[in-house]
């Protein structure tokens, strides 16, 4: 199955069936749901959330697409502006994906903690460095 892809600087309030609207700006894709129920999907991108590649011809998404709150529960992923279907997660992987994300999650919310901010260590270095 195709999907086309558009890139926008806002994503439309309604949503055509079969494209993928990436807008840059706001670092974020949305889409119908692939299995034809109607639910608009969001993918923002990000270090936690998506990545969007683009070859410049064809989009691709990664991870997978799992849309566990929707009643369809459709999985796949979009690969080269094509759907690609994955297996329908049971109620147990569900539940240890979202563990594992939200692990991931804190990991990383915790690193952020622990680095000083550019300005702030530099800052420190320079008042250490004349003495205050």
Known sequence: MKIKHQFVEFIPSVLEEGILYVSMDYGTASHLCACGCGEKV???FGRQFW???YDG???SLRPSIGNWSYQCRSHYWIKNNRIEWDRTYNEAEIKSVRNEQQSENQQFNDQLKQKPKPVVG???QLRKAVGL
Do not use: I
Request: proline share 8%; aromatic share 8%; charged share 15%.
């Open 57 to 59: 011809e064809s989009v």
């Open 42 to 44: 969001v993918t923002p």
């Open 51 to 53: 990545k969007l590649t």
């Open 122 to 124: 530099l800052f420190n």
